[in-house]
């Protein structure tokens, strides 16, 4: 419960910073969907059920802050999550590239389904005129704020003596070089 | 008489010096602006040294003063650093200000001009996706706010409020994409429907007859009840018309800069 909690603040402090801050600096193309790589590491570390529910909590805090209709997140980061699972029980989820890789797929993933609702559902043809010349800078926002809370996270986790996970290989293998 | 000046020499010299140089001085006040001989070669002499002695004296005091008597300067420097720290501030304040009372100039004129009651906002957030176009404004029903409100800025449309709370609001911009404006093209009142692109509007149904130039003003027309007519939507940009079907291919762009909104009049009441 407490794992679930921690989710919950850390999804409504990206959200304050996609609304509040990244906006001061950058462009719309140019913002990380962090709640988007909170997904992806949930469906990585979290067990089926947990994973699931925080998606949608996940889902609804993205859908509270962006556009004007509840439920296209929630679908949007349910399918994504349910594929990392598929995959996760076959690839080797220690792999801090494989989370990178997952991160594209995710991108590529979160674009294709958001333009398939968007036309298909919601009626809003232009949004492919929108979301198509910003995938590329998506891409690159998205890897660039994955490594930095890699990064971030490894150093909280030996901060705190935390040795789990894929953060663990990034910690040990800079011990073993140092 | 000879004895008497032998024996008062020194005297009778000192008094007839002492006479001389009151006559000279006398003679030298009538003539103040002449300099004699004298004293041009005194001060041609002198004025070597004198630069001499000016520039090492100038010279040790400026070590002295700069480079051992320094016994405030580190305090002082602090406190003028501080000092300067607290007036850049106060300028930037002051100049944030200015500019943000010439934006409130601009909206309440823009009030005046519309004849409706409307609640000033300030713009606090933006939309967490990078596909969705809306903004959070910092008022909301305890303002007396509700849905459907229109918002616009001193250049134009901005866009209505779709979800509210307490105290804020999320206003739907004009170039969202599901968003879509009744509008008129203000020069040859052709009718369309502006819809967003995200950056800019493309304006569909507009018929091929019709007379559009790049250039033209876009305004709302005042169907659907919420913007009121008249208000500035977008320049027509591009035109395209294909060789058959019945509407022409319109673009324009907004007459309001989303990248740098930050005060908004949202429209609450009747016309006044």
């Known amino acids: ?178 | 008489m000879l004895d008497l000046f032998r024996r008062y020499r020194f005297l009778f010299l000192a008094v007839l010096l002492l006479l001389v140089t009151v006559i000279l001085y006398s003679y030298n006040l009538r003539k103040k602006t002449t300099t004699t001989f004298f004293e041009r070669a005194v001060l041609t002499f002198a004025a070597p040294f004198q630069s001499a002695i000016d520039s090492t004296s100038d010279s040790v005091k400026g070590v002295w003063s700069n480079y051992i008597w320094l016994v405030d300067t580190r305090q002082h420097n602090l406190e003028l650093e501080k000092e300067n720290a607290e007036l850049r501030a106060r300028l930037n304040q002051m100049s944030e200000y200015r500019l943000e009372n010439e934006r409130l100039k601009r909206l309440l004129a823009f009030v005046d001009d519309l004849d409706m009651a409307a609640l000033p906002a300030q713009v606090v957030g933006e939309d967490a996706s990078n596909w969705a176009r809306t903004i959070i404004i910092d008022k909301g029903t305890s303002a007396g706010l509700k849905n459907g409100l229109a918002v616009v800025a001193a250049d134009g449309v901005v866009g209505r409020i779709i979800k509210i709370s307490t105290n804020s609001a999320r206003v739907l911009l004009i170039t969202d994409a599901s968003s879509a404006v009744a509008s008129l093209v203000q020069r040859t009142r052709t009718r369309g429907v502006a819809r967003g692109r995200g950056e800019d509007l493309s304006v569909e149904y507009s018929l091929r007859s019709a007379d559009i130039q790049a250039g033209d003003l876009l305004v709302t027309s005042g169907m659907g009840g919420i913007f009121p007519k008249g208000l500035p939507i977008g320049r027509i940009e591009t035109v395209e018309k294909d060789q058959y079907g019945l509407f022409q291919r319109l673009s324009a762009t907004t007459t309001v800069d989303f990248s740098h909104l930050e005060e908004v009049l949202v429209i609450v009441g009747n016309p006044l």
């Open chain 1, 1 to 178: 419960m407490r794992r679930f909690f921690f989710y919950l603040i850390l999804a409504l402090i990206f959200a304050l910073l996609q609304t509040s801050v990244f906006p001061l600096f950058f462009s719309p193309n140019w913002r990380p969907s962090l709640i988007l790589l909170l997904v992806l590491y949930v469906g990585l570390r979290e067990p089926s059920l947990r994973a699931v529910v925080t998606c949608l909590f996940l889902g609804a805090i993205q859908d509270s802050f962006c556009g004007h209709s509840v439920g296209l997140y929630l679908t949007v980061y349910l399918t994504i999550l349910l594929i990392v699972l598929g995959l996760s029980e076959q690839l080797n989820i220690e792999s801090s590239p494989l989370l990178l890789a997952l991160v594209v797929g995710g991108t590529l993933v979160e674009n294709l389904l958001l333009w398939f609702y968007l036309t298909v559902l919601a009626d809003s043809a232009p949004a492919l005129h929108i979301l198509l010349p910003g995938v590329p800078q998506q891409l690159i926002v998205n890897l660039l704020a994955a490594l930095l809370l890699l990064a971030l996270l490894a150093r909280v986790k030996r901060l705190f003596g935390l040795r789990r996970g894929f953060t663990s290989l990034i910690v040990a293998g800079r011990a073993h070089v140092s």
